[in-house]
């Protein structure tokens, strides 16, 4: 298989980064069915869709041309089968719960066509976690965008121990169609490449919060003022979601069981209200 006989993409969840990355499937030209087991993730995503391509023509940053051609190359069911049914590459962006992910890739297994590609965007989970549920495990691998999809250029593609060359160079070639920067990992390693930098930072910050040395909003200012980054870690956890910083710490922990890898208290109690972020309008910042 190379990257040419892809054809049609089947994107599994419709948040934040599933709608996203199934735009820009659709921009490159590929006909793209998104699926969710919800309905309101579903209707949610598809005005998304109705709303930002109008933008940004009127904006003119994309032509009239394009934005009809990749409305007309998106779906939307609720249906795995229907979606995944005739697929050549399936992007699995559900969320970062290891029992569902097993779950998604033992069913697509048995839906998609046994030449289809399943990758999986997680950030921090590798698919030699998820690849022993199917029968194809050399067709699995990480394909992992970062948020927001439509803007960030650079794709981790993550080769584990069970995955094909194949596969892997499919995947960086299908990355770049997408118009991104594809850096090809050939080993497995927990976190990747931007996320373990990045999660040193978190930690650091987070301890820093935690003991009451600094605030969030201070912390971000030093962050931003003196190491030059666009967002300080406060800020840009409550753009990722709270709730997906939470998930991915305590499914490190109970791997480890290793106290340190124990969400911070301050995350824990975000968590609890259900302060997630931007998506609900208040996290470490409020938002209007």
């Known amino acids: 298989m190379n990257v040419e006989d892809i054809k049609k993409i089947c994107v599994i969840g419709a948040g934040n980064m599933g709608h996203q990355i199934a735009v820009c499937c659709a921009l490159a030209g590929y006909r793209v069915s998104v699926t969710d087991i919800s309905q309101e993730m579903l209707d949610k995503a598809e005005a998304f869709v109705k709303g930002y391509l109008p933008e940004r023509v009127a904006k003119g940053k994309m032509k009239q041309e394009q934005a009809d051609m990749a409305l007309a190359n998106l779906s939307f069911t609720a249906s795995l089968e229907e979606s995944a049914g005739d697929a050549d590459y399936v992007i699995e962006a559900a969320v970062e719960k290891m029992n569902i992910k097993r779950k998604l890739f033992a069913d697509l297994d048995r839906i998609a066509p046994p030449h289809a590609i399943l990758a999986t965007n997680s950030s921090f989970i590798v698919s030699s976690e998820v690849a022993d549920a ?60 931007v996320n373990r ?91 209007e």
């Open 197 to 287: 930098i990045l999660a040193a930072l978190n930690n650091e910050a987070m301890f820093l919060a935690d003991m009451g040395i600094a605030t969030p909003e201070e912390i971000d200012i030093a962050v931003t003022n003196a190491l030059g980054h666009p967002m300080g870690p406060f800020r840009l956890i409550d753009l990722t979601g709270i709730d997906l910083a939470y998930y991915v710490g305590m499914e490190r922990y109970q791997n480890t069981r290793d106290p340190k890898d124990k969400p911070s208290p301050l995350l824990v109690e975000k968590f609890t209200k259900g302060e997630y972020g931007i998506k609900t309008k208040k996290g470490f910042y409020t938002y």
């Open 134 to 193: 199917t029968m194809r495990p050399e067709k699995v691998c990480n394909m992992h965008f970062f948020n927001p999809a439509l803007v960030m250029k650079l794709v981790e593609v993550v080769q584990g121990p069970h995955t094909s060359m194949e596969t892997a160079q499919v995947t960086m070639d299908l990355a770049a169609k997408l118009g991104k920067n594809g850096v090809l990992l050939k080993k497995e390693i927990y976190g990747f490449v």
